[in-house]
């Protein structure tokens, strides 16, 4: 059974770091992209980052470019969101989730999902 | 920066009837196109990919049509367990994806 865990999300304040991560089980991880999708409270889904089964490719959507990285350690099946100079409208759940193959790279399982409350 | 547009953004219906969703893409994204449904409190569910396939296990009253720019999600015959809200999403390059800012179906 495909599981992705996530954790690492708090309350933190407004200029913090935080550093979430997100443990993968029930699959190869090393053989999918993977991917960050956030939600801020009410609001809809908000596609983060992306990274290439070696770590060696990374994408960003703009918001977050300069302040968020991506990473992954494939031997330990985690995924990783380092989150530094916070903002308030950075405050969402944040999911993990699988992309599917590298023709068909469509989101097939989530996680549960991590509260990041940025306060002032 | 490719943009994603829904509408309606909420629609009001009752049980047994036949609902169309749209989704629009500011420029063509071929068939790169999926559907999911959320519930509150709840993960995303994947419900239709490459714009018109059926993921695994999701009921078959869900269809996915539309190419290019209009793609369209259709419940043959709405269900209780299908009032939630449901995004679309492009997946054209890994280099940057976008949802839909999402319909929410709920009871009339």
């Known amino acids: 059974e495909v599981k992705l865990v996530e954790s690492g999300g708090t309350l933190v304040q407004r200029g913090g770091s935080l550093r979430l991560s997100c443990e993968a089980s029930g699959f190869t991880f090393s053989f999918h992209w993977m991917s960050w999708v956030r939600q801020a409270p009410g609001k809809g889904l908000e596609w983060v980052a992306n990274?290439?089964?070696?770590?060696?490719?990374?994408y960003y959507v703009d918001s977050v470019k300069g302040r968020f990285t991506i990473s992954r350690d494939n031997a330990k099946h985690s995924l990783y969101l380092q989150m530094n100079s916070l903002r308030g409208d950075d405050t969402a759940v944040y999911f993990c989730a699988r992309l599917r193959d590298s023709y068909n790279y469509v989101f097939d399982y989530w996680g549960q999902g991590t509260l990041v409350t940025v306060s002032s | 920066d490719i943009q994603m547009t829904q509408s309606p953004s909420t629609l009001s219906a009752s049980v047994g009837d036949r609902v169309t969703l749209t989704c629009r893409a500011s420029?063509?994204?071929?068939?790169?196109l999926a559907w999911f449904q959320q519930k509150p409190g709840k993960a995303p569910k994947l419900l239709i990919y490459?714009?018109?396939s059926l993921e695994s296990g999701v009921p078959s009253r869900f269809s996915g049509s539309g190419s290019g720019t209009e793609f369209t999600l259709t419940i043959s015959s709405l269900q209780p367990d299908d009032f939630a809200t449901y995004y679309c999403q492009d997946y054209n390059t890994y280099a940057g994806f976008t949802f839909g800012p999402g319909t929410k179906v709920e009871i009339k």
């Open positions: 990274i290439r089964q070696d770590g060696n490719e990374k």
């Open positions: 420029q063509s994204i071929g068939a790169w």
């Open positions: 490459k714009a018109s």
